[in-house]
């Protein structure tokens, strides 16, 4: 009897502790396992009428490297993209102290390309265009307002 109840308590405290735990599970019913960088964050509710995705959005680190004399005088910056899987992401960068915001959407009919465009407050903005291998992962190139040019990088 006194075995049962330390199994009962242990079992009562692990499903204490882990009553505010995520886990994502795909749709074969196993848990999903996201690659090392790749944090999954909750879907906003879909508008009336849209169709439903099965895939957790995905924010992304995104890396631009300078690709002129003006962006080398910023150096390597870093953001992030979150991927909705839906066509449509989130884009946030800090450049130069200010914070820039925007969106990325694939472009029409072509699966893997697409184009983002983030702007700030004070009046930078920025325009890229880019290529997915896959959800995770893809490249292109970002021109800023000031004319400064980066290779850019998302996912890991």
């Not at 009428?49 to 390597?76: E, F, I």
């Not at 989130?90 to 959407?105: K, P, Q, S, V």
């Not at 472009?107 to 700030?120: K, L």
Request: aromatic fraction near 8%; charged fraction near 15%.
């Amino acid at each position: 009897m006194k075995r049962m109840t330390k199994l009962a308590a242990a079992l009562s405290l692990s499903t204490l502790l882990l009553s505010g735990c995520y886990v994502a599970v795909a749709p074969d019913g196993k848990p999903y396992m996201y690659p090392p960088g790749v944090v999954p964050v909750p879907a906003s509710p879909a508008p009336t009428g849209a169709q439903p995705s099965s895939a957790l959005p995905m924010v992304l680190p995104v890396r631009l490297y300078p690709a002129n004399d003006l962006a080398t005088q910023t150096g390597v910056l870093t953001g992030t993209v979150t991927n909705m899987m839906t066509g449509k992401g989130r884009f946030e960068l800090n450049y130069r102290g200010e914070m820039l915001t925007g969106e990325a959407t694939r472009v029409a009919n072509e699966e893997r390309r697409g184009v983002a465009t983030a702007y700030s407050p004070a009046g930078a903005y920025m325009s890229c265009d880019y290529q997915m291998n896959n959800p995770r992962q893809g490249a292109g190139t970002c021109t800023f307002s000031n004319g400064a040019r980066y290779q850019v990088h998302i996912g890991g």
